[in-house]
């Protein structure tokens, strides 16, 4: 089962060299503490994933750079459920680790889980079973996954998160319920000298079409205090020029 859902600006940027993402059954999640402080990056990914070597040493820097500790889980997304994860090594091996001891593994690293026993986790129509599982079994953790980077030498290095709706551009902001899994993502950027932005374009309802073609820019400084918005067209934001 295919979990990308596609998304105009990636379909944009196919090619650029100085944004990277991930599709396919893979998510570079970011688990936090109750007060957003961030604890563990996971790199998740179905087996059927086409391994990226150049999204494994993203991730790598961002955990040497943040000093947030970072695994790598692969999950079999070709089962409709999962009891177990395999866990990759630095060596290039992967060990294979139940539900239940991969919970005690976030626990260990700071992830305010909670004392209920795992089981396994069913795949349904809208999510994948690591995804479930998480929801079912670590309790009200906060965790947010990361959209897009940018890596280029035209601006600091930056994690954008990516929002669209049928809202016009001028009237939509970020929602407050959000802001948990925002604050998140600015406290992984702090501490590793990142920009964070998010970024918001129009996804029109009828006919239905996503529409890159303008993008407002939010800015936050390190404290998640908002620093103001740009607009700006699709190739300045390709361009990074922002």
Known sequence: MDYYKTNAIYENLDGSEDYYWVVGNAWILVYGDHGSNPKLIVFAHGKSWRVDQNIIHVVSNLSRETGIPAIRIEFEDSSSEIDSVDIHKG?????????????????KYGVPVNNKPCQKSVNDATSSAYHNWQRASLGSITVSDIDLFYLGRNREKSIIELKRSYIPLENWSPYRDDFPNFMLLSNLCSSGGYEFLISYNVRHKSPFRDDPSIIKLFYYDDAFQSQGTITLNFEEFASAKY
């Open 91 to 107: 060596s290039g091996e992967k060990v294979t680790v139940g539900l239940d001891s991969l919970k005690s593994l976030y626990q």
